[in-house]
């Protein structure tokens, strides 16, 4: 419960991905939908428990807040079902805290001591992936293959809402193991559950729905502009970090086989290359798959009282310890952190609070001898600046918003960026660019819905600047320079 102490949301870093959020969760408590009304990779219930809480009256960072004890609550059900029905009570207490922290922790992970939401859509999965895993891994001490099924589907069902890169990785070793153990009324129940829920998504929401999220996905997909969240996928499996993680999984394998338990050692090698997916997938590539494979020895271990599967629990709680006491830390952290150091992020939601040095100054950064291959940004004949926003990006939207309020007051809407953010009317009196993107990836998205393109001098991005204006310039879209400041330029589209 320390997480809901002082009602407020806090952060001291991620301040980018945190105007992210907020610009979704903003639009979707306005009534907008994901996907449909504005292009994101992200499954739109990673933000429907905040804008609903936002309808339901609360402000912003309580929305965040409490949406934290939403999941928690729903994942209840199946997690205490995994307790009794297959744990002893040391291990139900360890996967519970996992669970818990996942769900309503204050970082994403990592071992720095920070206060962040970002990429909460991460943790919430990391939790019910937990569960999932353990229910398709750990069979049930007698029955249960309804409670197994329906826990399974519905939360694979969940995650495909929330990012879908958890089940699409999970699916198969699942479907596996829950074959091999003998389980196949569990299957068919998970099915079940799963294109139910996604049924009744459907008729919410319409068909179009799913094309739209699928060509969200495609964008990403195939954007130009997009790095690799962190390491590359083979230092997810032989690295100083990877190498001890991936040894815990083959000695389990092995200890598996040698006793005789054939078809969870080849379910276990199923789910490897899925957990190294998804951990390459999310920033920071932490391996909180190693709770499972804890878990899972530790359950070896009181099963058949094989001292190797002690050492393999052990030492793979060990490896994950610093990120898991991080995350479940950080609700302390919050609730202790003094109030005084922070501002609110935005005007009128005093919930919502980041530390305040970072709302202060803006800097960039520039190459002073540029690399043999860097080529300039040219658009309508003129050299723009090399240089990108590092940090500052509340106080550098705070400066531009008010710039456009004095430069073009008859403009209503958000104009179109030619950079990552395009979340000015956040800070000023705009409105959103209908059909934009709170986060570039590739295309012009929104473009014929808007009035203005605005070219900044330093962007968060270099690459999506380029990328921006060297379509807008492809399309022949007709502007006229409509006022500039030192930092951005802005034209008048003309249709």
């Known amino acids: 419960m320390l997480t809901l102490i002082g009602g407020k ?6 301040e980018a991905d945190m105007i992210h959020l907020s610009d979704m969760v903003l639009r979707m408590a306005s009534g907008a939908v994901a996907h449909m009304d504005f292009a994101t990779p992200i499954g739109g219930w990673a933000m429907l428990p905040m804008a609903l809480l936002m309808r339901a009256g609360l402000g912003l960072g309580e929305a965040m807040v409490w949406s934290q004890i939403i999941v928690l609550l729903v994942l209840f059900p199946a997690l205490l079902w995994v ?9 139900s207490v360890a996967l519970g805290l996992a669970v818990a922290g996942l769900a309503a922790g204050h970082v994403s992970g990592g071992t720095e001591p920070l206060l962040s939401f ?12 937990l569960i999932v895993v353990m229910i398709a891994l750990v069979p049930p001490k007698a029955g249960g293959e309804v409670a197994d099924g329906a826990a399974t589907g519905l939360l694979m069902a969940a995650m495909a809402m929330v990012k879908v890169t958890f089940p699409l990785s999970l699916a198969l070793p699942v479907v596996f193991a829950l074959l091999r153990s003998g389980r196949s009324r569990t299957l068919i129940v998970a099915l079940v559950s799963a294109l139910a829920l996604l049924l009744a998504v459907t008729l919410a929401e319409g068909f179009g729905y799913w094309t739209a999220y699928a060509g969200d996905l495609l964008t990403v997909t195939g954007s130009e502009t997009r790095a690799m969240p962190s390491d590359h996928w083979q230092a997810l499996i032989l690295s100083p970090v990877a190498t001890p993680a991936t040894l815990c999984v083959a000695a389990l394998i092995w200890l598996l086989r040698r006793g005789g338990d054939s078809g ?3 379910a276990l090698m199923l789910f490897y290359p899925a957990f190294v997916f998804i951990s390459w997938q999310n920033f920071g590539n932490d391996l909180i798959w190693l709770c499972v494979v804890a878990l899972l020895a530790w359950q070896v271990w009181t099963a058949t009282g094989q001292g190797a599967a ?7 709680g060990v490896l994950i310890l610093p990120v898991m006491l991080n995350i479940l830390y950080s609700p302390l952290r919050a609730a202790t952190a003094p109030r005084d150091a922070f501002r609110p992020m935005f005007a009128g939601e005093p919930g919502l609070l980041m530390v305040t040095k970072r709302g202060e100054t803006a800097w960039t950064k520039s190459a002073s001898i540029p690399a043999p291959d860097a080529e300039p940004t040219v658009f309508r004949g003129e050299t723009l600046p090399d240089c990108e926003l590092t940090t500052g990006i509340v106080p550098a939207m705070e ?3 008010a710039a456009l309020t004095g430069i073009a007051p008859e403009m209503t809407v958000q104009p179109f960026v030619a950079g990552v953010f395009a979340a000015h009317w956040m800070f000023g009196p705009l409105a959103p660019l209908p059909g934009g993107t709170p986060w570039y990836y590739s295309g ?3 473009i014929e819905n808007a ?5 900044p001098a330093c962007p968060a991005d270099l690459r999506a600047r380029a990328r921006v204006l060297a379509l807008v310039e492809k399309a022949g879209i007709e502007l006229e320079p409509a006022g500039e400041t030192p930092d951005f330029r802005l034209y008048a589209i003309r249709r």
């Open 83 to 91: 307790a009794f029905s297959r744990l002893t009570l040391g291990q």
């Open 118 to 129: 970002s990429m909460h859509y991460n943790r919430w999965c990391w939790a019910a992936s």
């Open 399 to 401: 400066r531009d918003a």
């Open 9 to 14: 949301l806090l952060f001291n870093s991620h």
């Open 310 to 316: 002690r050492l393999i629990a052990l030492a793979a």
């Open 444 to 446: 012009l998205p929104g």
């Open 264 to 266: 969870r050692a080849a």
């Open 451 to 455: 009035t203005h393109l605005l070219v």
